[in-house]
């Protein structure tokens, strides 16, 4: 499920190994993404304008291309029966424009992706979960998210998986919690975008008003340790908001 975006690897990246180990399986993927899984050069590019030869070397390797008659596009509303199970596949535009989530209608669970936020179990110890938007680069829209959010929401959902992580049940208030942080990551861009230095100024904001959540949650882990697990992430975050505000 990739297009050309800088800090798309995570979404499939490693279908090319995948697909490998499976000779005889079909990769299903979003319209914007099949001609970079059939050849990711640019993608691979792209990527390494973002981390750096050693780093995407080290977490990544190199991409694999995929056969393109082993590839097929599912469309939006696509249906797929997965031994008995129906699973149905929703473009959920907001964090990228080629994302798909993943109904399972005998689970009544959704397969998020990077689409309702991302949650770590070792912080969710405090009164309260913590969930928040990957806004990574290159295509953050808050306008399409909410809607996506809403198309979601109308499912007869119980629960989701989320891809950073785990399951999780009780929708209604992360849902909130969602929508309210893609809100605030936006205005928090708008507030720095004359700044002399505005991704740094977006990246510390970020990274401090998380961190003054978990000690209002009264959350078990230090403060230091809590700026050490999302300082990567609110760099990316800080990277997608201020690509975000270059095309307003």
Not at 30 to 43: Q, V
Request: net charge negative; hydrophobic share 40%.
């Amino acid at each position: 499920m990739l297009e050309l975006s800088r800090g798309s690897l995570d979404h499939a990246g490693g279908s090319g190994g995948l697909m490998q180990h499976f000779p005889n399986a079909t990769l299903l993927v979003h319209k914007r993404g099949y001609r970079h899984l059939i050849d990711p050069a640019k993608l691979e590019q792209g990527s390494l304008a973002v981390y750096g030869e050693e780093a995407f070397e080290s977490m990544y390797g190199r991409l694999i291309p995929v056969a393109a008659e082993r590839v097929q596009v599912a469309e939006d509303g696509f249906e797929l029966n997965f031994n008995g199970r129906k699973l149905l596949f929703i473009d959920t535009p907001g964090h990228a424009r080629h994302h798909y989530c993943v109904y399972d209608e005998m689970s009544q669970g959704l397969f998020s992706g990077d689409t309702f936020g991302a949650s770590y179990p070792e912080l969710n110890t405090g009164k309260n979960r913590f969930i928040f938007p990957p806004t990574t680069p290159i295509q953050f829209d808050p306008r399409a998210w909410y809607t996506t959010l809403d198309k979601l929401m109308a499912l007869p959902l119980e629960r989701i998986y989320v891809t950073y992580f785990g399951m999780h049940e009780d929708i209604p208030p992360l849902h909130v919690m969602l929508r309210q942080a893609i809100e605030d990551y936006a205005a928090t861009a708008l507030k720095f975008a004359a700044s002399a230095d505005r991704e740094a100024a977006i990246e510390d904001s970020l990274l401090q008003s998380s961190v003054g959540y978990f000690l209002e949650q009264q959350c078990l882990m230090q403060p230091d340790r809590i700026k050490s697990l999302f300082a990567q992430d609110m760099q990316l975050n800080a990277q997608g908001l201020d690509f975000w505000l270059g095309q307003q």
